[in-house]
């Protein structure tokens, strides 16, 4: 150990001295002659500011990040190496890989834009914003796609390519060569190439699954209204359920009239009315259910008193009662009740005014009796000739012609009343001061009125209109004006007048709109659009649907927000094209989010936050600092910028741009060695004037010794020394200091920065620089305010958490400030000074005042509280919690409009008697209308739909119509049996063959189908052709003979008579389809039957032969495709052949290629050199 020790020390003191070098010198000092060695650094060493000889190596380049360890040689501080490893450039930092980026600090790499750092490696790796699935990501966003996919250019993704075309058969390309369905799909069974077919979850009954979830019905059957297959029932079904094509069924408690219609059954019958429902009757107009039968209903109020109801509104009197004109019965009495009235039979009972006599009859009293006459009837007199009764009862003078509106002074002789003036023709006429407009004078100031006039409350005549002027007046009999803000409509009513109109809503009064649902009143009377939750940077267009502002997008929380032009570097926008800068950023002239450096970057710039980057010609120093970087070094000064140095002072710059000493009045007989410092030629010595030792005295030639409370600085000077330093300032004298600029002496003796103004609420910590005091904080203005947390909202901060409210605010217990409305806000809150917010459910009206809501309005009434309406007169309130009108007595088959007023129901209208009837469009032909749409149907008809009244056949029309009851016709390819039924019908009778559908034949065994005849001939007869091989399609000629396989049958085509085709045969037949393969049927639609022969019903024959001729031109196809796909195959292996051939004659000579071009590769990227 101690053996090691001794090795470095040596090695140690070898290096030290070998900084240090001694230079012989001669020197004539007083006379004698002196020589000696004077130590001082070697070449390349320069030495420190202090007395002892202390030598540090001198690098031309600054190390940064390192020391100089030798002459022009840096040892880099860990993590650090030298640039371009040379070691005497400056260190810089190193990280691990880092290609494609650019290296920071030790081990932190950053990458260039689109890459991105691998950790394990080091390197930077690209990145691809999809991620490169079945790929790799070689450059930015580029993806290169492994074997088997390709790239989709418009989405950046590898998607696997299939030889097979998916997409054609409802599928889609899951991996390299291999398909998958879609969804919905299923890959369909028994199929040689890939292909897949729709799934129908619950199954297609009665139908085909054409795409998913999707059946086509088969026919005769159509979808329900659950999507099902359903049977067709033409005519359809009444009171009964199609269970099969043309097949109904009755419901229970119904039975058949006809195929398609089936009646209500009642047991017990209904006298007086209809069966309508299984055991239920409805009685005929008149009559009402009594112990459940129809009894006729008399609607007199008493229900025939004195009798009975016979019929409808038609009484029978008891015995001793007869019927009146008022068809009520009334007792009888005969010979009369005279002056009396018979009150049961064979009595009667005197009218008021009259009494029973002696001989039982009834004799009139007169109250007072009768001066000048005689009682004639109760209270009244007859009077005797000239005299007549008047209203008193009184007999009075008669004048002949009578005294109208006057009064018989003497017989013959009138006097007028008051208010009647005598006429020209001696009568007395009423007289109504002021006259009669739009009426006459009846009597003294009473007019009546002509005819469509009445009389008002200020005895004027105006005009009637019938049915009212509602917002208006009427003018003339029948005719209306309109009030002011009214207009005339095309119903001849008065309806409001908005001006602008009333858009999303419509006009309730002059001027004023009322809103449809979703939108709301602005201040300026319109109806807009409400969206909940608003529209903030945006506007509402229509309920709960947002547009953006100028300048805004929707992002995906259907929220607005700004959008700037170009992105926001290094912040977020806040506004249209406004952008706010992260923290560490400020915004520059030209917009853009700057990072910011504290204190700035001189000779640099400013990165990251903090962070500062030198400009070309500087490098960072150890305070973060740009400093100038000078090749060579500046040797007795100090470089100020790259490459240009500045001289210390006492040193100027010679020609050859180096700091050479300056001593002032220059040095006779010597030369100059530092700042006024000379030193003498040989045989010249200095004498005590200029370059002596000030503050010092000369110990030796050119060295000095300070004085007490002095030391030697780095010019060699001395310069006074104060304990402890003299911080914010400079030592003057031996422990005296002088404060900088901006500082000042305090008691303690110590400098102190000074701020003009001084520090409220802190304290100084540099030249005109405060700190603030704990709950205070330096706003823009340089001052300290304090701070208060939470902030102040609606006020001010006064003091560390304490605030004081605005005007307009009060604090709360909360201690918040609070807005304060005078007045309060009822049923709303206060949210700024004097403005109020209306709770939930109300809204603010033109009185600033809070009124209810209620969504909907509140028609025919007005709204009291939250969605909470009450009715105007003449409406009620609902289930539903609308206003409806109310009409006495109801309304049947119709509804209420307007207070006791009807309208009628759909399919209804008013007759000349005031009620709704029902209404069949067309008419009911064959029937009546017993309800709207609804005939009721003749005997031998049924419904076929509510309007149509159809024939009716009992047995049925099987494969045909019924065109009068019990009469049936036949559909083309069927013709009527002997026993009335419709049968199938070919027209060559099949002979030697069955008929299975109209015109088509099954031949028997050893019978071929002939297309021209219609008719099955024998093969013997039909199959020796002149050219066999030209015309015997999937057979084989044996002796000019086509012979068919197994399972095989020969058929002549219809079309060309001389062609003869194999075809399979399938057993059982195929239904409405064609036999493809032994055994296999295929239905026209190209679909397979369900049951594997029963296909779905096709009219038309001649789809059988064009399925064919598709088939066949199928299998054509797909030979046409094979053969161009084996061309394709052989001409892609020759093209590879020669592409090899041709590529090769190329060399990777990476060894000639690097001396051609000078440049030397690893091993690894010898790759990048190619011929």
Same mark, same amino acid.
């Given at each position: 150990?101690?053996?090691?020790?001794?090795?470095?020390?040596?090695?140690?003191?070898?290096?030290?001295?070998?900084?240090?070098?001694?230079?012989?010198?001669?020197?004539?000092?007083?006379?004698?002659?002196?020589?000696?060695?004077?130590?001082?650094?070697?070449?390349?060493?320069?030495?420190?500011?202090? @007395?002892?000889?202390?030598?540090?190596?001198?690098?031309?380049?600054?190390?940064?990040?390192?020391?100089?360890?030798?002459?022009?040689?840096?040892?880099?501080?860990?993590?650090?190496?030298?640039?371009?490893?040379?070691?005497?450039?400056?260190?810089?930092?190193?990280?691990?890989?880092?290609?494609?980026?650019?290296?920071?600090?030790?081990?932190?790499?950053?990458?260039?834009?689109?890459?991105?750092?691998?950790?394990?490696?080091?390197?930077?790796?690209?990145?691809?914003?999809?991620?490169?699935?079945?790929?790799?990501?070689?450059?930015?966003?580029?993806?290169?796609?492994?074997?088997?996919?390709?790239?989709?250019?418009?989405?950046?993704?590898?998607?696997?390519?299939?030889?097979?075309?998916?997409?054609?058969?409802?599928?889609?390309?899951?991996?390299?060569?291999?398909?998958?369905?879609?969804?919905?799909?299923?890959?369909?069974?028994?199929?040689?190439?890939?292909?897949?077919?729709?799934?129908?979850?619950?199954?297609?009954?009665?139908?085909?699954?054409?795409?998913?979830?999707?059946?086509?019905? &088969?026919?005769?059957?159509?979808?329900?209204?659950?999507?099902?297959?359903?049977?067709?029932?033409?005519?359809?079904?009444?009171?009964?359920?199609? @269970?099969?094509?043309?097949?109904?069924?009755?419901?229970?408690?119904?039975?058949?009239?006809?195929?398609?219609?089936?009646?209500?059954?009642?047991?017990?019958?209904?006298?007086?009315?209809?069966?309508?429902?299984?055991?239920?009757?409805?009685?005929?107009?008149?009559?009402?259910?009594?112990?459940?039968?129809?009894?006729?209903?008399?609607?007199?109020?008493?229900?025939?008193?004195?009798?009975?109801?016979?019929?409808?509104?038609?009484?029978?009197?008891?015995?001793?009662?007869?019927?009146?004109?008022?068809?009520?019965?009334?007792?009888?009495?005969?010979?009369?009740?005279?002056?009396?009235?018979? *009150?049961?039979?064979?009595?009667?009972?005197?009218?008021?005014?009259?009494?029973?006599?002696?001989?039982? +009859?009834?004799?009139?009293?007169?109250?007072?009796?009768?001066?000048?006459?005689?009682?004639?009837?109760?209270? +009244?007199?007859?009077?005797?000739?000239?005299?007549?009764?008047?209203?008193?009862?009184?007999?009075?003078?008669?004048?002949?012609?009578?005294?109208?509106?006057?009064?018989?002074?003497?017989?013959?002789?009138?006097?007028?009343?008051?208010?009647?003036?005598?006429?020209?023709?001696?009568?007395?006429?009423?007289?109504?001061?002021?006259?009669?407009?739009?009426?006459?004078?009846?009597?003294?100031?009473?007019?009546?009125?002509?005819?469509?006039?009445?009389?008002?409350?200020?005895?004027?005549?105006?005009?009637?209109?019938?049915?009212?002027?509602?917002?208006?007046?009427?003018?003339?009999?029948?005719?209306?004006?309109?009030?002011?803000?009214?207009?005339?409509?095309?119903?001849?009513?008065?309806?409001?007048?908005?001006?602008?109109?009333?858009?999303?809503?419509?006009?309730?009064?002059?001027?004023?709109?009322?809103?449809?649902?979703?939108?709301?009143?602005?201040?300026? &009377?319109?109806? @807009?659009?409400?969206?909940?939750?608003?529209?903030?940077?945006?506007?509402?267009?229509?309920?709960?649907?947002?547009?953006?502002?100028?300048?805004?997008?929707?992002?995906?929380?259907?929220?607005?927000?700004?959008?700037?032009?170009?992105?926001?570097?290094?912040?977020?926008?806040?506004?249209?094209?406004?952008?706010?800068?992260?923290?560490?950023?400020?915004?520059?002239?030209?917009?853009?989010?700057?990072?910011?450096?504290?204190?700035?970057?001189?000779?640099?710039? $400013? *990165?990251?936050?903090?962070?500062?980057?030198?400009?070309?010609?500087?490098?960072?120093?150890?305070?973060?600092?740009?400093?100038?970087?000078?090749?060579?070094?500046?040797?007795?000064?100090?470089?100020?910028?790259?490459?240009?140095?500045?001289?210390?002072?006492?040193?100027?710059?010679?020609?050859?741009?180096?700091?050479?000493?300056?001593?002032?009045?220059?040095?006779?007989?010597?030369?100059?060695?530092?700042?006024?410092?000379?030193?003498?030629?040989?045989?010249?010595?200095?004498?005590?004037?200029?370059?002596?030792?000030?503050?010092?005295?000369?110990?030796?030639?050119?060295?000095?010794?300070?004085?007490?409370?002095?030391?030697?600085?780095?010019?060699?000077?001395? @310069?006074?020394?104060?304990?402890?330093?003299?911080?914010?300032?400079?030592?003057?004298?031996?422990?005296?200091?002088?404060?900088?600029?901006?500082?000042?002496?305090? *008691?303690?003796?110590?400098?102190?920065?000074?701020?003009?103004?001084?520090?409220?609420?802190?304290?100084?910590?540099?030249?005109?620089?405060?700190?603030?005091?704990?709950?205070?904080?330096?706003?823009?203005?340089?001052?300290?305010?304090?701070?208060?947390?939470?902030?102040?909202?609606?006020?001010?901060?006064?003091?560390?958490?304490?605030?004081?409210?605005?005007?307009?605010?009060?604090?709360?217990?909360?201690?918040?400030? *609070?807005?304060?409305?005078?007045?309060?806000?009822?049923?709303?809150?206060?949210?700024?000074?004097?403005?109020?917010?209306?709770?939930?459910?109300?809204?603010? &009206?033109?009185?600033?005042?809070?009124?209810?809501?209620?969504?909907?309005?509140?028609?025919?009434?007005?709204?009291?509280?939250?969605? +909470?309406?009450?009715?105007?007169?003449?409406?009620?309130?609902?289930?539903?919690?609308?206003?409806?009108?109310?009409?006495?007595?109801?309304?049947?088959?119709?509804?209420?409009?307007?207070?006791?007023?009807?309208?009628?129901?759909?399919?209804?209208?008013?007759?000349?008697?005031?009620?709704?009837?029902?209404? $069949?469009?067309?008419?009911?032909?064959?029937?009546?209308?017993?309800?709207?749409?609804?005939?009721?149907?003749?005997?031998?008809?049924?419904?076929?739909?509510?309007?149509?009244?159809?024939?009716?056949?009992?047995?049925?029309?099987?494969?045909?119509?019924?065109?009068?009851?019990?009469?049936?016709?036949?559909?083309?390819?069927?013709?009527?049996?002997?026993?009335?039924?419709?049968?199938?019908?070919?027209?060559?009778?099949?002979?030697?063959?069955?008929?299975?559908?109209?015109?088509?034949?099954?031949?028997?065994?050893?019978?071929?189908?002939?297309?021209?005849?219609?008719?099955?001939?024998?093969?013997?007869?039909?199959?020796?052709?002149?050219?066999?091989?030209?015309?015997?399609?999937?057979?084989?000629?044996?002796?000019?003979?086509?012979?068919?396989?197994?399972?095989?049958?020969?058929?002549?085509?219809?079309?060309?008579?001389?062609?003869?085709?194999?075809?399979?045969?399938?057993?059982?037949?195929?239904?409405?389809?064609?036999?493809?393969?032994?055994?296999?049927?295929?239905?026209?639609?190209?679909?397979?039957?369900?049951?594997?022969?029963?296909?779905?019903?096709?009219?038309?024959?001649?789809?059988?032969?064009?399925?064919?001729?598709?088939?066949?031109?199928? +299998?054509?196809?797909?030979?046409?495709?094979?053969?161009?796909?084996?061309?394709?195959?052989?001409?892609?292996?020759?093209?590879?052949?020669?592409?090899?051939?041709?590529?090769?004659?190329?060399?990777?000579?990476?060894?000639?290629?690097?001396?051609?071009?000078?440049?030397?590769?690893?091993?690894?990227?010898?790759?990048?050199?190619?011929?």
């Amino acid at each position: 150990m101690w053996i090691c020790k001794l090795v470095i020390y040596s090695l140690l003191t070898g290096f030290v001295a070998a900084q240090i070098c001694e230079v012989p010198y001669n020197r004539h000092f007083h006379g004698k002659h002196i020589q000696g060695k004077l130590k001082q650094c070697c070449r390349g060493y320069r030495k420190l500011g202090t @007395t002892k000889l202390n030598c540090v190596p001198i690098c031309k380049n600054a190390c940064s990040n390192g020391k100089c360890t030798k002459p022009n040689e840096c040892t880099c501080n860990v993590g650090y190496v030298n640039l371009n490893r040379i070691k005497s450039n400056r260190c810089v930092s190193y990280c691990k890989g880092c290609n494609h980026g650019e290296c920071l600090a030790p081990g932190r790499c950053v990458c260039n834009g689109g890459y991105q750092l691998d950790s394990k490696t080091g390197n930077c790796v690209p990145q691809c914003a999809g991620g490169c699935p079945n790929g790799t990501c070689t450059s930015p966003n580029r993806c290169s796609c492994n074997k088997g996919y390709t790239l989709n250019a418009t989405t950046q993704v590898c998607q696997p390519t299939c030889e097979d075309n998916c997409q054609r058969f409802n599928g889609f390309c899951a991996a390299p060569n291999r398909c998958d369905c879609n969804s919905g799909y299923v890959l369909k069974p028994n199929s040689k190439t890939f292909a897949c077919q729709p799934v129908c979850k619950n199954g297609c009954k009665n139908g085909v699954c054409r795409a998913p979830e999707v059946c086509e019905c &088969n026919k005769f059957f159509q979808k329900d209204a659950d999507k099902n297959c359903s049977p067709i029932c033409e005519g359809g079904c009444v009171n009964a359920k199609c @269970t099969k094509p043309d097949v109904c069924e009755c419901r229970p408690g119904y039975t058949p009239i006809s195929p398609n219609v089936c009646l209500a059954v009642c047991p017990s019958g209904c006298k007086n009315g209809d069966c309508v429902a299984p055991d239920v009757c409805s009685c005929h107009p008149g009559h009402s259910k009594l112990d459940g039968v129809c009894s006729p209903v008399c609607e007199d109020g008493c229900g025939c008193e004195n009798g009975f109801c016979i019929s409808p509104d038609k009484c029978s009197c008891n015995e001793g009662y007869e019927m009146d004109i008022e068809n009520k019965c009334t007792p009888i009495c005969k010979g009369g009740c005279e002056n009396g009235f018979c *009150i049961s039979p064979e009595k009667c009972s005197c009218n008021e005014g009259y009494e029973m006599n002696n001989g039982n +009859k009834c004799t009139p009293i007169c109250k007072g009796g009768c001066e000048n006459g005689f009682c004639i009837s109760p209270d +009244k007199c007859s009077c005797n000739e000239g005299y007549e009764m008047d209203i008193e009862k009184k007999c009075t003078p008669i004048c002949k012609g009578g005294c109208e509106n006057g009064f018989c002074i003497s017989p013959d002789k009138c006097s007028c009343n008051k208010g009647y003036e005598m006429d020209i023709e001696n009568k007395c006429l009423p007289v109504c001061e002021g006259g009669c407009e739009n009426g006459f004078c009846i009597s003294p100031d009473k007019c009546s009125c002509n005819e469509g006039y009445q009389m008002d409350i200020e005895n004027k005549c105006i005009p009637v209109c019938e049915g009212g002027c509602e917002n208006g007046f009427c003018i003339s009999p029948d005719k209306c004006s309109c009030n002011e803000g009214y207009e005339m409509n095309n119903g001849n009513k008065c309806t409001p007048i908005c001006k602008g109109g009333c858009e999303n809503g419509f006009c309730i009064s002059p001027d004023k709109c009322l809103c449809n649902e979703g939108y709301e009143m602005d201040i300026e &009377n319109k109806c @807009t659009p409400n969206c909940k939750g608003g529209c903030e940077n945006g506007f509402c267009i229509s309920p709960d649907k947002c547009s953006c502002n100028e300048g805004y997008q929707m992002d995906i929380e259907n929220k607005c927000i700004p959008v700037c032009e170009g992105g926001c570097e290094n912040g977020f926008c806040i506004s249209p094209d406004k952008c706010s800068c992260n923290e560490g950023y400020e915004m520059d002239i030209e917009k853009k989010c700057t990072p910011i450096c504290k204190g700035g970057c001189e000779n640099g710039f $400013c *990165i990251s936050p903090d962070k500062c980057s030198c400009n070309k010609g500087y490098e960072m120093d150890i305070e973060n600092k740009c400093i100038p970087v000078c090749e060579g070094g500046c040797e007795n000064g100090f470089c100020i910028s790259p490459d240009k140095c500045s001289c210390n002072e006492g040193y100027q710059m010679d020609i050859e741009n180096k700091c050479i000493p300056v001593c002032e009045g220059g040095c006779e007989n010597g030369f100059c060695i530092s700042p006024d410092k000379c030193s003498c030629n040989e045989g010249y010595e200095m004498n005590n004037g200029k370059g002596g030792c000030e503050n010092g005295f000369c110990i030796s030639p050119d060295k000095c010794l300070c004085n007490e409370g002095y030391e030697m600085d780095i010019e060699n000077k001395c @310069t006074p020394n104060c304990k402890g330093g003299c911080e914010n300032g400079f030592c003057i004298s031996p422990d005296k200091c002088s404060c900088n600029e901006g500082y000042q002496m305090d *008691i303690e003796n110590k400098c102190i920065p000074v701020c003009e103004g001084g520090c409220e609420n802190g304290f100084c910590i540099s030249p005109d620089k405060c700190s603030c005091n704990e709950g205070y904080e330096m706003n823009t203005g340089d001052k300290c305010t304090p701070i208060c947390k939470g902030g102040c909202e609606n006020g001010f901060c006064i003091s560390p958490d304490k605030c004081s409210c605005n005007e307009g605010y009060e604090m709360d217990i909360e201690n918040k400030c *609070i807005p304060v409305c005078e007045g309060g806000c009822e049923n709303g809150f206060c949210i700024s000074p004097d403005k109020c917010s209306c709770n939930e459910g109300y809204e603010m &009206n033109n009185g600033n005042k809070c009124t209810p809501i209620c969504k909907g309005g509140c028609e025919n009434g007005f709204c009291i509280s939250p969605d +909470k309406c009450s009715c105007n007169e003449g409406y009620e309130m609902d289930i539903e919690n609308k206003c409806i009108p109310v009409c006495e007595g109801g309304c049947e088959n119709g509804f209420c409009i307007s207070p006791d007023k009807c309208s009628c129901n759909e399919g209804y209208e008013m007759d000349i008697e005031n009620k709704c009837i029902p209404v $069949c469009e067309g008419g009911c032909e064959n029937g009546l209308c017993s309800a709207p749409g609804i005939c009721s149907c003749n005997e031998g008809y049924a419904h076929a739909g509510n309007e149509t009244c159809i024939p009716t056949c009992k047995k049925g029309c099987q494969n045909g119509l019924c065109k009068l009851p019990g009469q049936c016709q036949c559909l083309d390819g069927f013709k009527k049996s002997v026993d009335g039924n419709c049968e199938l019908h070919c027209p060559s009778s099949c002979r030697n063959g069955k008929c299975i559908s109209p015109g088509i034949c099954k031949c028997d065994d050893g019978f071929i189908f002939d297309g021209q005849t219609g008719s099955c001939l024998p093969e013997n007869e039909k199959l020796v052709d002149t050219d066999c091989h030209q015309s015997c399609q999937n057979g084989t000629c044996l002796d000019g003979i086509c012979t068919c396989e197994d399972n095989y049958k020969l058929h002549r085509d219809r079309i060309d008579n001389r062609r003869l085709s194999c075809l399979p045969i399938c057993e059982p037949e195929c239904i409405n389809g064609y036999c493809e393969a032994p055994g296999i049927c295929a239905c026209f639609d190209g679909e397979s039957p369900s049951d594997g022969y029963h296909c779905p019903s096709w009219d038309s024959s001649e789809a059988l032969e064009s399925s064919k001729y598709k088939k066949k031109q199928i +299998k054509h196809l797909k030979w046409i495709f094979v053969t161009i796909a084996v061309v394709a195959l052989v001409l892609a292996i020759v093209i590879a052949m020669l592409m090899m051939h041709i590529f090769k004659k190329h060399s990777y000579r990476v060894d000639e290629n690097e001396k051609k071009f000078g440049v030397y590769f690893s091993a690894k990227m010898a790759d990048i050199i190619r011929a």
